[in-house]
């Protein structure tokens, strides 16, 4: 039992490049989570999905795209790469989005742009 | 969405209990009050989380505070891998509602 896998764990682009980030969790959940982490901050929300085929906008979602085809998977797509976008990324899924369910977190992606 | 405040840094002694503060003043009666933490280098893992009631698991102990506008995490004894930063968060009853992070508290851990 994995949890949640991000794919990959370092990345460096150039301003301009495009590039997708791959989250992947084996526990079965509905809801899955893209946030950033930018250095002595909290984590903001970029996206979220409540299932299969379903994604919603959060708190930071401009300059990114995600999809959700399989259950399974939950990708995050930066079209054109800014140096505002270098960051930590981190991929969360839950069982519900019920107030008392816990999130679980990936290991996350270091990503420079520069 | 109500706020919390906590502490930039905390420090503690290895062996010895730690309590970490929060304040949620606004809190709304619906409101669940979830702690998560974050290892150096390592995505955040969930702690604990209660709505009125003090709360116990293996890892912490959660205290509230009767008026619910603050609440305590206990670590009972503080080991160096209890070094972290700690998130105290509101999750309001309105929708999906995902995490909201705020900095948290910074616990440094003295052997």
């Known amino acids: 039992n994995a949890g949640v896998t991000q794919t990959p764990k370092f990345r460096v682009l150039k301003t301009g490049q495009s590039m997708t980030l791959l989250c992947a969790q084996d526990?079965?959940?509905?809801?899955m989570y893209w946030y950033r982490q930018d250095p002595g901050m909290g984590l903001r929300l970029i996206h979220y999905?409540?299932?299969?085929?379903?994604?919603a906008k959060g708190e930071v979602p401009d300059g990114y795209n995600v999809s959700r085809l399989k259950k399974q998977n939950f990708l995050l797509g930066l079209e054109s790469a800014a140096p505002s976008q270098t960051s930590v990324y981190f991929c969360?899924?839950?069982?519900?989005?019920?107030?008392?369910?816990?999130?679980?977190f990936g290991p996350g992606t270091r990503l420079t742009v520069l | 969405d109500a706020k919390t405040t906590q502490p930039n840094s905390m420090e503690s002694n290895e062996e010895e209990p730690v309590h970490l503060p929060c304040n949620h003043s606004?809190?709304?009666?619906?409101?669940?009050i979830h702690w998560y933490r974050q290892l150096p280098s390592q995505g955040p893992e969930y702690v604990i989380h209660?709505?009125?009631s003090n709360v116990n698991n293996r890892m912490a102990s959660l205290a509230i505070a009767e008026d619910r506008k603050s609440s305590t995490l206990i670590l009972h004894r503080a080991t160096l891998r209890d070094a972290a930063v700690y998130y105290c968060?509101?999750?309001?009853?309105?929708?999906?509602?995902?995490?909201?992070f705020g900095k948290g508290t910074r616990l440094s851990v003295i052997a």
């Open positions: 969360a899924s839950s069982r519900t989005s019920g107030l008392d369910n816990e999130q679980f």
């Open positions: 526990m079965n959940h509905e809801y």
């Open positions: 999905s409540v299932g299969e085929g379903t994604t």
């Open positions: 606004t809190i709304s009666g619906t409101d669940y």
């Open positions: 209660g709505l009125t």
């Open positions: 968060i509101l999750r309001r009853r309105s929708g999906n509602t995902p995490l909201v």
